[in-house]
């Protein structure tokens, strides 16, 4: 995520200067390995590289832009998919591992030659923006589910746009760890989620509970398929064994719920699904997903969930409750929740984009 601000670069080349910056933002949260291969990869394009021959889609793109569409995380995603398909022995050996520390110079070789040798595999995987679904999003989300029941008292109804494969969408079968301020969910859960929790708990006594989901993605990722697993671990930094941890046993509990994500728009989905429901909260979702949507999209969806803000009432409410970058900076989330008949926003918290840390507001 972009940490800075396009007038106050120097480097005259946006793509060079978007994979330096991700590079530095990969080193403050703990991925020096993918730091060493976007510096390099910086360098690559300065010097008329691979690099620079890959990233040609988005050669006339601004700085800002590149960050929007997320241009180095496509990149340093699709090496790492190549690196765990074992495709590219050489790659594979050069990348960490549950049992290596990885070598950057041996895969930063190994990865020009790999640009060099599979470019057309390479450009296929980054033509679609990065679906993360970086299960951790969870326990940023949860309060705001939580606040819902509490102001509320009916059960949910939760509707996910932007869901890839859905891991967050289970977020009610998750346990919370939230510090010094208390705990939530089933102990017996098999996706156990911490964080560094700043200020106080959300509401943890509020009777929770969902009777409906549904999901959509402009491009799901079936969990049966493991190509798809595999995208979806691409997109986790190599040097992160923990996040690896976490998104395995969320792909098994979804897998062993059978979740379902819809191939859909996100405005015709929330069009043709999303409505106030007498005796329930209808609750709309996503996270780290508007940046991806044109600007026309977006002033549509917007102008949906108004009209289905202008539609609730005291018995049927409908809650809008989003995790998307905050205008200060792309590295930085907040959570708003906005709560219809009344229609009132509120930023319940301040959170880090992979979960990490949770400043909470409300």
């Not at 390995?33 to 601004?62: K, Q």
């Not at 939530?184 to 989901?213: C, F, H, I, N, Q």
């Not at 106030?276 to 780290?288: C, K």
Request: charged share 25%; with cysteine; glycine share 8%.
């Amino acid at each position: 995520m972009w940490t800075g601000d396009a007038k106050a670069m120097t480097d005259t080349d946006p793509i060079a200067e978007a994979l330096r910056i991700q590079g530095r933002v990969c080193a403050s949260m703990g991925a020096p390995f993918s730091e060493a291969l976007l510096t390099r990869a910086a360098e690559d394009v300065r010097a008329e590289g691979p690099t620079r021959d890959l990233m040609g889609p988005w050669a006339g793109a601004t700085l800002e832009a590149h960050f929007k569409l997320a241009t180095p995380l496509r990149w340093l995603g699709a090496l790492h998919d190549l690196a765990l398909s074992g495709d590219d022995p050489a790659l594979t050996n050069a990348y960490p591992g549950p049992d290596r520390p990885g070598d950057e110079t041996a895969a930063w070789d190994a990865a020009r030659r790999a640009m060099r040798r599979d470019a057309p595999r390479l450009v296929a995987f980054m033509d679609h923006e990065p679906q993360t679904n970086e299960v951790r999003r969870s326990v940023c989300l949860i309060g705001g589910f939580l606040t819902i029941a509490q102001a509320t008292g009916l059960p949910l109804r939760v509707f996910e746009l932007g869901a890839s494969a859905g891991l967050n969408h289970l977020f009610d079968r998750y346990y919370y760890e939230f510090g010094a301020a208390g705990a939530w969910g089933a102990a017996e859960a098999k996706v156990r989620l911490d964080t560094d929790w700043r200020g106080g708990p959300p509401p943890l006594g509020a009777p929770m509970r969902v009777v409906e989901r549904a999901a959509c993605d402009r491009k799901p990722v079936p969990l049966t398929d493991a190509a798809s697993r595999r995208r979806l671990k691409a997109y986790v930094w190599a040097d992160q064994r923990d996040r690896f941890i976490r998104l395995d046993a969320a792909i098994a509990e979804a897998v062993a719920m059978d979740t379902q994500v819809e191939a859909q728009d996100a405005v015709d989905f929330t069009l043709s699904r999303v409505a106030p429901r007498e005796g329930t909260a209808s609750v709309l979702f996503h996270s780290v997903f508007w940046q991806y949507m044109p600007a026309d999209k977006q002033a549509a969806l917007d102008a949906a969930i108004t009209g289905i803000g202008a539609r609730a009432t005291a018995s049927a409410p409908f809650a809008w409750l989003r995790m998307e970058p905050s205008e200060r900076s792309l590295a930085e989330m907040e959570v708003l929740l906005t709560l219809w008949p009344e229609g009132e926003t509120r930023r319940l918290a301040r959170c880090h984009s992979h979960g990490a840390w949770v400043e909470w507001d409300a």
